[in-house]
């Protein structure tokens, strides 16, 4: 079963940030260190662009692995 480019996008998110939206992470980031939330906010644009820029199969092959390690690492 294939996945999209959006779902892809949102189980990666989830795996990342948890139950935090992306942005909101950035903010509690930036209020403990301005250095860090400045990394934070660009780690997190450098993963929306590699997201927008993946071919969907790449994307789905990630998904499936990662989640493949977290089961196996269970």
Known sequence: ???SK???????ERMIF???L???WVQDVWGLSPLLGDGAAKLFDAF???IDCCPE?????LVQSLYQE???NS
């Open 70 to 72: 977290r089961v196996d």
């Open 1 to 3: 079963m294939s996945i």
């Open 18 to 20: 948890e139950d935090t």
């Open 57 to 61: 199969a790449q994307l789905e092959n």
């Open 22 to 24: 992306p942005q909101d």
């Open 6 to 12: 959006e779902e892809a996008k949102q189980l990666l």
């Open 48 to 50: 929306e662009a590699l």
